[in-house]
């Protein structure tokens, strides 16, 4: 029960929600989805290291840069939820807004090849 109690209380954060709708649509660097939150990398950071510890979320690292993307669901319930959450969150005005702003800087950093966090 305190592993369940762990996963609803990740969600109960709306930076936390946002970051999961950016995550739904693909694996994504912190620069990437400080651009698109318009948030420094401290509090993307700090929100990313609870949703990986709450188990939502896993990580890489690439040279420098760390990935993340959503972990493979420990359990039914967290399955059902995952589910949800990718087909519901993105329908949100506030995720709609925030995958444009990724969209745009993804495109500005196809266009510039000093600066691109890839």
């Known amino acids: 029960m305190k592993k369940t109690a762990q996963l609803f209380k990740a969600l109960s954060d709306e930076t936390r929600l946002r970051i999961l709708a950016l995550l739904s649509r693909g694996e994504r660097c912190v620069c990437e989805l400080m651009a698109a939150l318009d948030l420094p990398q401290s509090t993307v950071s700090r929100h990313l290291s609870y949703l990986k510890n709450a188990g939502w979320i896993d990580d890489r690292r690439q040279g420098v840069w760390m990935y993340y993307r959503f972990a493979p669901p420990a359990g039914p319930l967290q399955e059902s939820l995952?589910?949800?959450?990718?087909?519901?969150?993105?329908?949100?005005?506030?995720?709609?807004?925030?995958?444009?702003?990724?969209?745009?800087?993804?495109?500005?950093q196809q266009e510039q090849s000093l600066g691109n966090c890839r």
Do not use: N, R
Request: net charge negative.
């Open 82 to 108: 995952l589910s949800l959450l990718e087909a519901e969150l993105v329908k949100l005005p506030e995720a709609q807004k925030d995958l444009e702003g990724l969209e745009k800087f993804m495109g500005g």
